[in-house]
């Protein structure tokens, strides 16, 4: 039974989808609000072709699709092929260019520092076009970020929960014309809840069957209901910023390099999840931030940001520089009782570049574009080791993060 499924979604067939022009080979991901297969060209090229669901919103189809459109020819960003919307059913599939890519994971103890160079390289880089473009990701993650050792590339996918910087500000403006004082807030005001049941309802009108080129998005959607950000609250659990989870009014691309930094981290001790634990509760990854920064260092970064939530205690004049987030030095040994695979091997630019971005305030926290000029990226990566050393892990991730954070 198991392998009559396995068949039956090796060969999918959907038609709005000329067989001759994309033919599906199989499934390699879905979501909440789609489904992703691989398919081969006539010319035996491969393209990633996404299948949205009919529930999805139109604002949303027509925000991602237009964001695609402003990284057409840029590096290490995935480029949009293609638009294909059947006029009976309204179903929506957009075609993009494919990489293949490593489980991530599963690589963690595979990593050598000529690799993790590779991908911050190219991770840092495609950040760099979101911010030349005034785009926050916000959802920037090893499963959206297609690396390959083999290659030595990576791609950003999934635009899906992007907005642009106007778009942040707007629904900013809009908050603070709504909110009413109290404590923090989770989802934005009423106001904004309001309009979503309008939104949800509209559908594109008398879609046409083919259009000509790519770029004129508009002529195949149509909205009536009216584009909102995305909540300012959105992301995913271990990757989400401090402004996020506190959460402030004012949230910029430099989400996305805090997400940067947690990759690094992950990569250099060789782990995954380090700010996720099995509850997703904001709590456990509030928590893991205050460990990995100290408490002293946390709170004065709470205090710091102005946030939209008080805790007792944030008035610390002079937070310790010794904890995981402040010191090279304690963070290196950290990586290194961790991962051994990297000990001594490892250049400590690459433990400043990740405390850099995993800077508390974004105010601090260095930009894309100005990370790209770091002494760690400037290094030619012929340099660095293409081997690890052996060893095995000797100590649970989350009981160092706690040792070294207090």
């Known amino acids: 039974m198991r392998r009559e499924k396995e068949e039956e979604w090796e060969k999918p067939v959907f038609p709005e989808i000329d067989p001759m022009e994309y033919h599906i080979s199989q499934q390699i991901g879905k979501g909440a609000f789609s489904r992703v297969y691989l398919a081969y060209t006539p010319d035996g090229g491969q393209v ?38 059947d006029t009976a059913t309204l179903q ?31 991770l840092i880089t495609s950040l760099a076009e979101c911010e030349k473009q005034g785009i926050i990701h916000r959802d920037v993650k090893p499963g959206n970020f297609l690396f390959s050792r083999k290659t030595g590339k990576g791609l950003l996918i999934d635009f899906g929960l992007a ?21 923090s807030h989770a989802i934005g005001s009423m106001e904004t809840r ?5 939104m949800a309802r509209s559908r594109p009108p008398d879609l046409p069957a083919e259009c000509p080129g790519v770029p004129d998005i508009e002529s195949r959607i149509s909205l009536r209901a009216p584009l909102l950000p995305a909540q300012p609250r959105s992301g995913t659990h ?17 989400i996305d390099v805090w997400c940067a930094g947690v990759i690094l981290l992950c990569l250099l001790v060789g782990r995954g999840s380090i700010f996720r634990g099995r509850d997703t509760g904001d709590a456990y990854e509030i928590m893991a931030i205050r460990a990995f920064f100290g408490t002293d260092a946390f709170l004065h970064g709470v205090a710091s940001l102005g946030a939209d939530i008080f ?28 991962n051994p695979g990297l000990k001594g091997i ?33 290094m030619d990566p012929i340099l660095l080791p293409d081997s690890r050393l052996d060893g095995e892990l000797e100590i649970d991730i989350s009981t160092q993060i706690i040792t070294q954070g207090e």
């Open 48 to 85: 990633a072709i996404k299948r949205l669901k009919l529930t999805s919103k139109p604002s949303s189809i027509l925000r991602e699709i237009n964001l695609l459109n402003k990284f057409i020819g840029k590096k290490n960003i995935v480029q949009l092929r293609d638009l294909i919307v």
């Open 92 to 122: 929506t599939t957009v075609i993009t260019s494919y990489a293949d890519s490593d489980d991530f994971k599963s690589c963690l103890r595979l990593y050598t520092p000529r690799d993790i160079w590779k991908y911050m390289e190219s």
């Open 163 to 183: 907005q642009t910087l106007t778009e942040a500000r707007d629904f900013q403006k809009t908050r603070m014309r709504t909110d009413t004082p109290g404590p």
């Open 194 to 198: 309001r309009q979503r049941p309008n």
């Open 238 to 254: 271990g990757y989400r910023a401090p402004e996020i989870l506190i959460p402030t009014r004012i949230q910029t691309t430099k």
């Open 311 to 338: 805790i007792a205690g944030t008035d610390v004049p002079n937070p310790s520089d010794m904890s995981m987030g402040k010191s090279v030095t304690a963070l290196k040994r950290a990586c290194d009782r961790i």
């Open 346 to 378: 490892m250049p400590d630019c690459a433990y400043d570049l990740c405390i850099l971005a995993l800077t508390f305030n974004p105010d601090d926290r260095p930009a894309a574009t100005r990370l790209l000029d770091h002494e760690f990226l400037q």
